[in-house]
């Protein structure tokens, strides 16, 4: 059987191409496209698209904190709306969506955003709609965006041209670390833990100091995660460094409780620090069968 033949140019010059070739060519264009433009952080910031675009359409807003102190929040709609009339031309759905997970204390060890109103909680309650809730960006922000303005980074015209938006955000540490990232694509898929600032930042000074650290003085400085919810970590110490020196691997981690006596010997199991991912009431449930 012959095989079928598409014109690579759209007119009659002659190069053609198989359709298996062509299939493969439009799918890796589709793939690359999904890993740049929507799923996987830049490393440089630690952003996705879509993070990148909402943290600096509010600052344009004026919703940044300065030295003089923060601003009025900005209702998320109004927020939303400016993401998606300027720099991000899908659903308002996944745009807000990603604002919410910017403001809960339990998703980012480091909210970028300060929301007001119901944003959701770890039970596994939705957030309020957006025309409810308010917004501003956190103070650790200026480590993000404080100099944007200062030919840190290049920009680069938006969708339609009528504007430009940074390529990244110049960041003076790696968010990519302090609040980890989690993203899936077309063949590629990321799951980075989040740490702790202080000790993020000792590592990074000493990298600029000597920039050839050997692996155990960079995990005396960072010894490993730092999860929102908290939990203890109880994978082996030698599992945790092959993780980090291969960037594959798995972590346990478990919760954190204590018991507290009560009268004529009874007692409670109190759960102080969830592991990471699970919500309260499915804890709750599996505790329960």
């Not at 002659?14 to 929507?38: C, F, N, P, Q, W």
């Not at 929040?73 to 709306?81: D, F, L």
């Not at 400016?82 to 910017?102: I, S």
């Not at 699970?278 to 449930?285: H, K, L, Q, S, Y």
Request: charged fraction near 25%; charge should be neutral; hydrophobic fraction near 40%.
């Amino acid at each position: 059987m012959n095989q079928l033949e598409l014109n690579a140019a759209g007119g009659d010059n002659g190069d053609a191409i198989t359709l298996a070739h062509y299939a493969e060519r439009a799918y890796l264009e589709y793939a690359l496209s999904v890993v740049k433009g929507r799923a996987l952080p830049d490393v440089c910031d630690g952003q996705k698209p879509v993070q990148r675009r909402i943290l600096y359409a509010m600052e344009r807003l004026g919703l940044a904190f300065t030295t003089a102190g923060g601003p009025k929040a900005m209702k998320s709609a109004r927020v939303v709306g400016d993401v998606l009339g300027r720099y991000h031309p899908h659903g308002d759905t996944a745009a807000y969506d990603a604002l919410v997970r910017m403001a809960q204390d339990f998703s980012q060890r480091y909210p970028l955003i300060d929301g007001q109103g119901n944003f959701g909680s770890r039970d596994g309650d939705g957030a309020a709609a957006m025309r409810y809730t308010e917004a501003r960006l956190a103070p650790i922000t200026r480590l993000l965006l404080d100099e944007i303005d200062e030919g840190t980074v290049d920009f680069i015209p938006n969708y339609d041209g009528s504007t430009q938006e940074p390529k990244q955000l110049p960041a003076r540490l790696p968010f990519v670390l302090l609040n980890g990232a989690s993203g899936i694509a077309v063949g590629l898929a990321t799951e980075i833990p989040s740490h702790n600032l202080r000790e993020v930042a000792a590592a990074a000074v000493a990298l600029i100091k000597q920039e050839k650290l050997s692996d155990d003085e960079l995990f005396a400085l960072l010894p490993g995660p730092d999860y929102p919810g908290g939990g203890q970590i109880i994978s082996a110490e030698a599992d945790i460094r092959d993780a980090y020196r291969s960037g594959r691997g798995s972590l346990k981690v478990r919760a954190k409780w204590k018991i507290e006596d009560l009268a004529r010997g009874q007692w409670n199991l109190v759960v102080t620090e969830l592991r990471p991912a699970p919500a309260r009431r499915r804890c709750w449930r599996r505790s329960r069968s």
